[in-house]
């Protein structure tokens, strides 16, 4: 515990968690406790195609109670190593977001691995952003100040479906936004985590995360396109990014190591680390010093983006 800051330390830490074959399932089940009760915030629920004989796929569209017009969207994804999670959990960050923005937040409840491994979780999130810009009149959506986002997974899904639109069109967005993005499955094969991954997120979870994702050994190489964001050569056409990260979280290393890239190929790219935060600190500690200064430095950079 040494390590962890003051203001992040917390009992839950000693808790062994990890997730695989056998907890995943009651995992699953605790992260879908629906929590999408939220004050001054109103949320409507819709279905997007997946095909004539597929069940949609459920996004939740979130605004402020009472906002009408044209506004930004920010198009988001949950967390949860590619195997759990809702949008529903991200309920306390979406609040403060729209207390912060009149803006427009569809969450997308994409499919999940091991039961629908890659390409699905993927392209449930591209058609879901789609539809949004496919129906951005009657949900008051600016489609040229679209910013795509999320959380750990969802911030993998993110930079992935950002590299899929810059590649694909017609959708150009004009930012991004990485919180502690689970991005480079040959993380895997680290034998020296340098005292990272000793809480909440380990390294035995994310070989399950990312075994279940890609459906083989996550560090075999030579990845189908957009399954592992890390593994793109070329960034150079990427919109402008922000990306944050604690010093202890399993992933801190290959988050640098994409901003750091991004920052080569010419992308505008803003690192935002915290001392002595763990995977997932900001959820688990949401009124701490250090998730107030992590939040609000991301909520600066999304304010500089929509001027």
Known sequence: MTPVALELRSPLLYVPLNINALTRPLLKQLSAARTDDTAGVKVTTHHVPRGAVEAATRLLVCERAGSSGVRPVLFWMHGGGYVLGTPEQDTTFIERLLARFDIVVATVDYRLAPDHPYPAPLDDCHAALSWVVDHAED?????????????????????????????????????????????????????????????????????????SYLGRDPTSGNYPPYAVSAARTDLSRLPPTWLGVGTLDLFHAEDVAYARRLKQAGVDCELYEVGGAYHAFNVLCPNAEPTRRFNESMFVAIERALC
């Open 139 to 211: 949900l008051g959506v600016d489609t040229t100040r679209i910013i795509i986002g999320g959380q750990s997974a969802g911030g993998g899904l993110a930079a992935a479906l950002v590299q899929r639109t810059v590649d694909q069109g017609p959708i150009k967005p004009i930012f991004q936004v990485l919180v502690y993005p689970m991005l480079d499955a040959m993380t895997v094969a680290r034998k020296d985590d340098s005292g990272t991954g000793d809480f909440i997120w380990t390294s035995d979870s994310n070989r399950y995360g990312w075994q």
